[in-house]
């Protein structure tokens, strides 16, 4: 049982989907990537900031799934990061309505002391000054730090995020946003790209179609389960990450080949939370459903052609 | 070693991607199928029509094949049917830039008596009536009748493919077609309704984003193959099909294990087809080549995780 350090945003979501809608609730990377992660045995922290409009009840529920929060800073008379979205028809894009940073837009994240030695550091979508500033803290090399980010870095601190890069072992990211980082259409090649700035491996997340996981000359391809609906893709890409990050730090192996189960695993997450509103299918989640779907997945994926 | 029967068109192509331009080079559907198809040790025949001003030496590479090209009808003082297209900068997406039916305006197919016992008839996309009309000419219900089919023939004649679709056994279709064929959103809703129309077997084309086979509770994904430069597309759902049926004529087997192959040897072939223009990767293409790359499907996506 490793132990895996999680920072990211805790946060209120108001999400609109053709299927319906919600006022704020719960949300942020760190939260998606904590709940996942806790299918797995591992000791985790969440470090993040919130204000003191955010309920007891998360607290208690991310407590209630053995997450450390003691580094999760609850600001006196701070509001909570609140995000307001709304998907388009095919659920594959979006429209940001509002984002409202509050107690985020000063957050200093502090490790805690006894999470200074983690094994897996999972550096959730932040302003990548944020993110260096977490790797700064840590007593020892963790045996993998894992940074997700965004468009939103690239555009506005693309420096802070080339330098927070070169730090880590796996960056996550999307196709597009690989595309944008490199300048590369092809994402063999944006994959050879991004490798050469510093990680030793990277994942492409392609939402509904799978996540290829690159390490020198090796691929891995995970699908997303095919799936009668898809109700809210909020947080499908950090549950992925959690679920990845997750299963590696209970692990602790670092293997190409131990990578491509953590892509399935991440993936086999990531293909529950899609089927409610926000956290809710993740809340509530059994070992048992997430090991028949496992089943489920390799019997999408696994043939048996003999070789020559 | 079983009989398959390949109709479709034979034509004239003229490609115009980013990476360059041809004029009129061999092209259509059945080619393609029929090039795909001679990787596996199968006894082939074309159903087609072009005009004499089809090159011999198009026909002497079909021969090479082992294709039997007997009911391959040359319309004396008539013209092959001739397209050209022009790729976008992302290749998932061209302009039609000419369509001359020419001889396939009037295109009575003829199945050669010694092709009416056929194992498996593969029907590329071509007017249903067409299609119909080889299905009533066979002796025998073939074991696999495979029908390749698009949006054109869905707009305009749409009562007669839904009638020769309720006497087929695969549908092969690309997802957007398969959401107006059925107006479900949901590919495995919309493959669970295409079963309702009489095809046991649904195969979904997603390009880039690879295929998908469903056989009643039973979903199957093959990915395509991740390259670093993708030429030219022209073909490769025909060289899908091609492999698809090739195999399967050449195994005599379809059980759904076996489909499950015949769709990772249609993804393979597929993956050299569009690295060339035109045929001219298939035309050369070697079984050591075809086999090399079968290793890197299984890499890509076989993982080793013990299920619960």
Chains 1, 2 share one sequence.
Not at 52 to 58: L, T
Request: hydrophobic content about 40%; proline content about 3%.
């Amino acid at each position: 049982m490793g132990k895996l350090l999680i920072v990211g945003t805790v946060a209120f979501d108001a999400i609109e989907t053709p299927f319906g809608k919600t006022d704020k609730i719960l949300g942020g990377a760190a939260t998606y990537i904590g709940l996942a992660a806790s299918q797995f045995e591992v000791e985790s922290a969440i470090v993040s900031v919130v204000g003191d409009d955010f309920q007891k009840e998360y607290l208690d529920l991310l407590e209630s799934k053995n997450i450390d929060i003691s580094s999760l800073e609850v600001v006196k008379g701070g509001k909570t990061f609140f995000w307001k979205g709304k998907y388009h028809n095919d659920l594959n894009s979006r429209d940001t309505l509002t984002t409202e940073l509050n107690t985020l837009a000063n957050f200093n994240p502090l490790v805690p002391d006894n999470f200074k030695n983690a094994d897996v550091v999972m550096l959730g979508n932040l302003h990548p000054g944020v993110q260096m500033s977490v790797i700064n803290q840590m007593d020892k090399r963790p045996k993998l730090i894992i940074l997700d980010t965004m468009n939103f870095w690239m555009d506005n601190t693309l420096e802070q995020l080339i330098n927070v890069i070169k730090h880590i072992d796996v960056l996550t990211i999307n196709d597009e946003e690989a595309r944008q980082l490199t300048n590369e259409y092809s994402l063999v090649k944006a994959a050879e790209a991004i490798q050469k700035m510093g990680p030793k491996y990277v994942v492409i997340k392609k939402g509904e179609h799978g996540a290829l996981l690159f390490n020198e000359d090796n691929v891995f391809f995970a699908p997303a389960l095919p799936l009668e609906e898809v109700f809210d893709p909020t947080g499908a890409g950090d549950t992925f990450a959690g679920g990845f990050a997750g299963y590696l730090a209970a692990t602790e192996n670092t293997s190409f080949s131990n990578l491509k189960n953590a892509v399935i695993h991440g993936s086999n997450l990531a293909s529950f939370c899609v089927e409610r509103f926000g956290t809710k299918r993740m809340k509530d989640l059994e070992r048992d459903d997430v090991n028949k779907r496992l089943h489920q997945f390799k019997a999408l994926t696994q043939f048996d052609i003999e070789l020559q």
